[in-house]
């Protein structure tokens, strides 16, 4: 009995070693690729486009930083991703609690009408009208604007307040905590790693998002990375290693990002899954409303 029971658990090991080999393959070959041709040089990309490179060099992150001009493209993305990731954020926690709590009237139609909201294609004409008429075209601060009060974490924040006890909201009102300071003190250290999950899934999703600098932002000054990149491929189509060069320069914000977030994605993403299963109830608002 031991032995089958050992058996099976080394071929349940080997079935999930294997498995786990196959997928980091899939997903790690396609970019291990793309850094290896970064490093070669235009002929002997010709002549050996699947190998290792021979001589490594970094003379094609050197002229594509020049040639794509990407120094000031990066600022504005870091600007367009960051902004946005944190108004978003905060506003998301703002809305979420009362509406997590069910300290209002129909709370879960509210939450229904936001989740439905969600899968609603995004209104890209629309939008685009919406911006020429209040003068939000082809700025910064517009484009901040559009893109910072999109409220894509209100449904992802409601799910993991759920997991936090009431009787820390009870507790509050009684030693006379305001409703700011209760949300900034208490809940947002709270929810660190729900809010370190979407930060990172916000920040990537701003990074790279192509179609909408594309059609709001003509001016070559406000072109964030992803829509320099976009020109720069177009005109070095055949010198693939400059490309690859520059994609990599591209992507080294979000894995440094994605590096120092880690730990606290799949922490956020289960908690904020597991409590989201749970309904919205309705509680006593006094407590609350005292604070």
């Known amino acids: 009995m031991r032995r089958s029971a050992r058996d099976r658990l080394l071929r349940a090991l080997g079935v999930h070693s294997l498995s786990f080999v ?3 393959g899939l997903f790690a070959l396609p970019i291990v690729y793309l850094a290896l041709q970064a490093f070669k040089s235009y002929p002997e990309f010709l002549q050996n486009p699947t190998g290792l490179p021979s ?3 970094f003379a094609n992150f050197t002229s594509a930083w020049t040639e794509g001009d990407f120094g000031p493209e990066l600022i504005n993305s870091l600007v367009y991703a960051l902004i946005p990731d944190v108004v978003t954020l905060l506003l998301g926690v703002f809305l979420a609690f009362p509406i997590s709590r069910g300290y209002f009237r129909f709370s879960n139609v509210l939450y229904a009408f936001f989740v439905f909201s969600g899968f609603l294609p995004a ?3 629309p939008l685009f009208v919406e911006a020429r008429a209040l003068h939000l075209y082809n700025n910064m601060v517009g484009y901040l604007v559009l893109t910072s009060f999109a409220g894509a974490g209100f449904f992802f924040f409601v799910g993991y307040i759920k997991s936090i006890p009431r009787e820390i909201d ?3 009102a009684l030693e006379g905590c305001g409703y700011f300071r209760f949300i900034t003190r208490i809940i947002i250290p709270q929810m660190r790693p729900a809010l370190a999950a979407f930060a990172v899934f916000g920040f990537v999703a701003s990074w790279n998002n192509l179609i909408l600098p594309l059609v709001m932002l003509s ?3 406000l072109w964030p ?3 320099g990149l976009y020109g720069f491929m177009s005109q070095y189509t055949t010198q693939w290693p400059l490309i690859a060069a520059g994609t990599v320069i591209v992507a080294i914000p979000v894995l440094i990002l994605f590096g120092l977030l880690q730990r606290h994605l799949v922490e956020g993403v289960a908690g904020g899954a597991v409590a989201g299963a749970q309904p919205v109830t309705q509680g006593p608002p006094s407590t609350t409303d005292a604070a």
């Open 22 to 24: 196959i997928s980091a």
């Open 123 to 125: 209104g890209l004409i």
């Open 55 to 57: 001589s490594w060099t």
């Open 225 to 227: 990375v992803t829509r």
């Open 170 to 172: 009870e507790a509050a």
């Open 219 to 221: 001016n070559q000054s």
